[in-house]
């Protein structure tokens, strides 16, 4: 009985005639379950649309690039795959625990030492799993990483360094800007990253000291930022927007700061943003230290922490 009803239930009836009657009380309980029914029901229609978005996309963000159905594919397959996988084990498992029941004390099922076909299905099934899986990250991977064309239309050279990221914009054979401009970050100031949307971005990734990786979710991709080894990958983005990048991978004490935001906007906001860095005296490309030569140095606060 609900918590609510407990009152009456303890309430002592009076007796009409023989008849059991309980007086009429309010009852809270029921007041606030339905009140609360309400506002459920009207929380659930406002955002279905967006809830049922979101599962289609497996809890991905909205895809910001050409390149990101690729991968959002591979994730969506994965995620059906291992549903059906699941609903068959889970099944066999039921089924065996029913068909299988003891039924009496002295029941004891056959003992068999060795079965073939099972031993043969359980060793197999696996790999088909894990070859079917290989085979479309493959093919993900490939049209991922894949160079849209040998001179793409906008290159951004990026520096990964402890803690934060510098954009450069190769834009000298851009007759709108005609120069190379940077934008440096810092662990008290978030750097911007402007790109155009629909057209190609060619980014050559560079770290100055340790690993860190380049990610904008938005994207669906990340790339690894190597000491000595540079990256390079193609993206189109396909939505304006401002989203947030980060570092994917562990890179030291003040790695939570590694982040910056991504505008996605038109050609001509884009020309005009590079046009401000020039104005400002932020012209010139930034480069990494030589590798192995140059061993960066920790700051001050965290040699002061060793």
């Given at each position: 009985?609900?918590?609510?009803?407990?009152h009456v239930a303890g309430a002592h009836p009076s007796?009409?005639?023989?008849?059991?009657?309980?007086?009429?009380?309010?009852?809270?309980?029921?007041?606030?379950?339905?009140?609360?029914?309400?506002?459920?029901?009207?929380?659930?229609?406002?955002?279905?649309?967006?809830?049922?978005?979101?599962?289609?996309?497996?809890?991905?963000?909205?895809?910001?690039?050409?390149?990101?159905?690729?991968?959002?594919?591979?994730?969506?397959?994965?995620?059906?795959?291992?549903?059906?996988?699941?609903?068959?084990?889970?099944?066999?498992?039921?089924?065996?625990?029913?068909?299988?029941?003891?039924?009496?004390?002295?029941?004891?099922?056959?003992?068999?030492?060795?079965?073939?076909?099972?031993?043969?299905?359980?060793?197999?099934?696996?790999?088909?799993?894990?070859?079917?899986?290989?085979?479309?990250?493959?093919?993900?991977?490939?049209?991922?990483?894949?160079?849209?064309?040998?001179?793409?239309?906008?290159?951004?050279?990026?520096?990964?360094?402890?803690?934060?990221?510098?954009?450069?914009?190769?834009?000298?054979?851009?007759?709108?800007?005609?120069?190379?401009?940077?934008?440096?970050?810092?662990?008290?100031?978030?750097?911007?990253?402007?790109?155009?949307?629909?057209?190609?971005?060619?980014?050559?990734?560079?770290?100055?000291?340790?690993?860190?990786?380049?990610?904008?979710?938005?994207?669906?991709?990340?790339?690894d930022v190597l000491p000595g080894h540079p990256n390079?990958?193609?993206?189109?983005?396909?939505?304006?927007?401002?989203?947030?990048?980060?570092?994917?991978?562990?890179?030291?004490?003040?790695?939570?700061?590694?982040?910056?935001?991504?505008?996605?906007?038109?050609?001509?906001?884009?020309?005009?943003?590079?046009?401000?860095?020039?104005?400002?005296?932020?012209?010139?490309?930034?480069?990494?230290?030589?590798?192995?030569?140059?061993?960066?140095?920790?700051?001050?606060?965290?040699?002061?922490?060793?």
């Amino acid at each position: 009985m609900p918590a609510g009803d407990a009152h009456v239930a303890g309430a002592h009836p009076s007796w009409e005639g023989g008849t059991s009657v309980v007086k009429n009380r309010t009852r809270p309980g029921r007041v606030l379950t339905l009140g609360g029914g309400a506002l459920l029901a009207l929380a659930l229609t406002g955002c279905s649309q967006s809830a049922m978005e979101q599962w289609g996309r497996w809890g991905m963000p909205v895809a910001a690039s050409e390149q990101a159905p690729w991968m959002g594919n591979l994730w969506n397959g994965a995620w059906i795959a291992s549903m059906v996988i699941g609903v068959f084990v889970w099944g066999l498992m039921f089924w065996a625990a029913i068909r299988y029941r003891r039924r009496d004390d002295n029941y004891v099922p056959k003992q068999t030492r060795y079965n073939l076909p099972l031993e043969l299905l359980y060793t197999l099934v696996p790999f088909l799993i894990i070859g079917v899986l290989f085979f479309f990250t493959v093919q993900s991977q490939d049209h991922l990483l894949a160079k849209i064309n040998d001179r793409p239309v906008h290159t951004i050279n990026v520096i990964g360094q402890k803690w934060s990221w510098s954009f450069n914009y190769m834009e000298q054979q851009n007759p709108a800007v005609n120069t190379v401009v940077h934008d440096r970050g810092t662990v008290e100031r978030l750097p911007d990253l402007y790109l155009p949307v629909d057209e190609p971005v060619r980014f050559n990734l560079q770290s100055a000291d340790v690993i860190h990786s380049f990610w904008v979710p938005e994207f669906y991709f990340k790339l690894d930022v190597l000491p000595g080894h540079p990256n390079s990958f193609d993206v189109t983005p396909n939505r304006t927007g401002t989203f947030l990048g980060k570092c994917a991978e562990l890179c030291g004490t003040y790695h939570s700061a590694m982040l910056f935001n991504v505008h996605v906007v038109t050609v001509a906001e884009y020309n005009a943003h590079l046009k401000d860095l020039a104005a400002q005296g932020q012209t010139g490309e930034l480069k990494a230290p030589a590798w192995p030569n140059t061993v960066p140095s920790a700051p001050a606060d965290e040699e002061h922490q060793r």
